[in-house]
């Protein structure tokens, strides 16, 4: 029955009432905070420029930060390490005494509560900062990439993360990661597989955070092109085949279509990164004035679980919740 039967605003009519009807719910539970946790000498906390209230941290500063999501209600953090030294094996990325092992024993000695994900891959660790080893002519190599990579998913389940998150799009690499884990004995370590990781300019500031900007050319050749939807539901398939626990498509904003049919296609719980640049957007946009922080975050957050994620990764979480 059309108007005037149907009125759709007799629900929108008191704050209780469009409490009662609200589709998506946002809740601290549902949100991931990123850590950058940073080796050598610099001690306590080093601002990140391109993101705003998101510092480097050292390992004591980390386990503090963690203390805090806690605090706020935070089930998770995801861990990103920024090693001293960088080479062309990226072998900062496997080494068991490596900063991202290090933090992860820190976090979990102080706070065995919270879940610790690692971001497992090669581009913070190598000097020419690709997500994987180099050929000759400058390529990627698929397979041997594929060895270290598991091989630093064991060293992080080793020094105690909860769950891996490998996040460098070669192919093959989810049923390699869970192979490897269950040889070693972590047959309970979740896997969640960065599915469909796009070739974004929204990582700005992220690789500005972590060093990491390739020295050379760029990730087309393992990310995916922004262009390609079905694409990003046969990776989020054959990872769900190879034995992901949790899918995840990244960045969020620009993708929300492509979140809602992997959702649909994998019925499998589902991780959104809001990334580093979306980020830097909302802050740039707050900063000048143009809008108001607090309803665009929230309503941004919103969005992306509307859209079908279960989980969103988001330098907002610790404003989050205390909005909410
Ligand atoms: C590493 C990785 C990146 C991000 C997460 N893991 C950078 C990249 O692929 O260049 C980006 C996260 C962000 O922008 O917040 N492969």
Known sequence: MPFPATRLRRLRATPVLRDLVRETRLS???????????????????????????????????????????????????????????????????????????????????????????????????????????????????????ELIARTAVSHARAGADVVAPSDMMDGRIGAVRAALDEEGFSDTPIVAYSAKFASAFYGPFRDAAGSTPAFGDRRAYQ???????????????????????????????YLDVIRRVKDATKLPVAAYNVSGEYAMIKAAAAAGALDERAAVLETLTSIRRAGADIVITYHAKDACQWL
């Open 28 to 146: 601290p539970a549902d949100l991931v905070l990123p850590l950058f946790v940073e080796s050598g000498p610099r001690a306590g906390r080093t601002p990140i420029a391109s993101l705003p209230g998101i510092d480097r941290l050292s390992i004591s500063a980390a386990v503090q930060e963690a203390g805090e999501a806690v605090a706020l209600g935070l089930p998770a953090v995801l861990l990103f390490g920024i090693p001293e030294h960088k080479d062309a094996d990226g072998s900062g990325a496997y080494d068991d005494e490596g900063i991202v092992q290090l933090a992860t024993r820190a976090i979990k000695e102080a706070h065995p509560q919270l879940v610790v994900m690692t971001d497992v891959c090669l581009c913070e660790y190598t000097d020419h900062g690709h997500c994987g080893l180099l050929r000759a002519d400058g390529s990627v190599d698929n397979d041997s990439s594929v």
């Open 224 to 254: 995916m092109d922004p262009a390609n939807g079905d694409e990003a539901v046969r990776e989020a398939l054959l990872d769900v085949a190879e034995g992901a626990d949790v899918v995840m498509v990244k960045p969020a904003l620009a």
